[in-house]
């Protein structure tokens, strides 16, 4: 592995189901975060984690859960999905929070819920 | 509150010709900035960031930003466009007063004409 990725590329989900994205990173990265991408919007924070064992809400957290058991695993979860969670989801990580460092983002997972 | 705006939905320049995608920002304290770019099908790549210092940054791909702290603008330029530049940039803004939050703003396509 070099970098985040993301799994799956794609997925088509019957409304009320569970899904979990999942995201994996190599770089040893403290910060990871889950973004939502819409037209129009631009990418809109889910949920970020700091560290590991510690997550915290973003601007669109209704709907979505996370966990940070270890350094290189995010994964975001939909624990009944509905329609308006279509979208393509970013998993995004950076070095150190309290620095302004860059971000680097997987491939991204499109989601279709209908 | 945090705010990132480009104006422009989309920016059309023909090959050769120099390009400015514009993006202005809102924040409290000393902003980071940032610009990102995404291909189809990609997640974002970052491009270059503004944290201190020169008001002229350089970054990839032959890419630069001019921060304007009176305007409250951080517009990507670049002298001369190539057609395999065209693609979705997105402008992000992060304060240490607004924690670790990235605000990205809504982007911008880039088409390049050859």
């Known amino acids: 592995i070099a970098g985040i990725t993301q799994a799956p590329t794609s997925q088509i989900l019957a409304a009320g189901r569970r899904m979990t994205l999942r995201c994996t990173q190599d770089m040893r990265h403290n910060a990871m975060y889950w973004y939502r991408q819409d037209l129009g919007l631009g990418l809109r924070l889910i949920h970020y984690s700091n560290t590991a064992g510690t997550t915290g809400k973003g601007e669109v957290p209704d709907g979505y859960s996370v966990s940070r058991a270890n350094t290189d695993d995010f994964p975001l979860t939909l624990a009944s999905a509905v329609p308006s969670q279509t979208s393509v989801y970013f998993c995004?990580?950076?070095?150190?929070?309290?620095?302004?460092?860059?971000?680097?983002f997987g491939p991204g997972t499109r989601l279709t819920v209908l | 509150a945090q705010s990132v705006a480009q104006p422009e939905d989309q920016v059309n320049v023909a090959e050769g010709n120099p390009l400015t995608v514009k993006c202005t920002y809102s924040?409290?304290?000393?902003?980071?900035l940032f610009w990102y770019v995404q291909y189809p099908n990609r997640g974002l790549q970052f491009l270059l960031k503004y944290i201190t210092g020169d008001n002229l940054v350089k970054g990839s791909y032959g890419f630069e930003a001019e921060f304007n702290k009176s305007q409250t603008s951080f517009h990507l330029k670049k002298p001369s466009a190539l057609v395999s530049d065209s693609a979705l940039y997105f402008c992000?803004?992060?304060?240490?007063?607004?924690?670790?939050?990235?605000?990205f703003g809504a982007g911008t396509r880039l088409f390049v004409k050859a």
């Open positions: 924040v409290s304290g000393n902003p980071y």
């Open positions: 992000a803004v992060r304060s240490l007063t607004g924690g670790f939050k990235t605000i």
């Open positions: 995004a990580s950076s070095a150190r929070d309290s620095n302004p460092l860059e971000q680097f």
